[in-house]
């Protein structure tokens, strides 16, 4: 066969990545296929229907194979009962205190539910865990295995106690403040709550009132899981049971109540 071409006609393929797990798994990376049209004979490589003259020199044929994998499917109420939870499903769930940045132990979230009414559950594999079946909580979906690793080492300067602490609380996402009304009302200056009873703004406060510190912070991150709480979370039970005991108005009075109802 011969082909003409007035134009050269690069094609390129670079980072291409096909994971898929199982037997069915091919990882190609970095690679570069180019072809090149001339006006002699050449060879012609069919993809899709598409024809591209390839220099003899460079012939590349991957097969891609047709297969799927399901990561999270349906599980028996058998292998629901004998499979472990997925690692980091529970987190969410967990209260947090803003003000010293420790987790409490407590949980708002009831992540011990997993039970649908047809007793069966969501069972993920866990390519990290060889592919072990793992259970979800109901309230936990879009659970996904999300290998990132920052091989850079991040570091900063701070030149105030306030900055680093700061520093520290920016990683929170989510919108904490919401409905609480924590503007400062006279303006003469910032408020701060977040991380204001941590060990770091202890450390970091303590140090300034001797002396003039700078602090600096070195840190590397890896993500390994991804997942999100659903719409309609189960509450757990001893939460719901604070919250109903609440005092309906905060005043003088009821202060202690419900100081003590939210430690």
Known sequence: MKTVASHPTPLKLTHLHCMVLKSCCISVANFKLTATTHQATGDLMQANGI????????????????CTFELCTDGTPKECQ???????????????????MERKGAFVLDMNQWKRKDQAC??????????????????????RPTHS??????????????????STTSLIENNWKVDLDLTNKDKSGSLMFAGTHSKLAGYSMDKT????????????????????????????????D???????VY?????????????
């Open 51 to 66: 024809m591209f003259p390839v220099k003899r020199s460079l012939f590349l044929l991957l097969f891609f194979p047709t």
């Open 82 to 100: 004998d499979a472990g939870f997925a690692p980091g499903s529970n987190l969410a769930g967990e209260g947090f205190d803003i003000t010293s």
């Open 122 to 143: 969501t069972l993920c594999s866990n390519p990290y865990m060889k592919n072990r079946k793992q259970k979800l909580p109901l309230s936990v979906v879009d659970w």
């Open 149 to 166: 690793c920052n091989a850079k080492v991040s570091s900063r300067i701070y030149k105030s106690s306030e900055s680093l602490v700061k």
């Open 209 to 240: 009132k001797s002396d003039k510190f700078s602090f600096t912070t070195q840190g590397a991150s890896c993500e390994y899981y991804s997942y999100r709480v659903s719409k309609a979370p189960t509450i757990q039970k001893e939460f719901l």
């Open 242 to 248: 604070s919250v109903n005991q609440l005092p309906k």
């Open 251 to 263: 005043n003088p009075q009821s202060k202690a109540t419900t100081e003590y109802r939210l430690s």
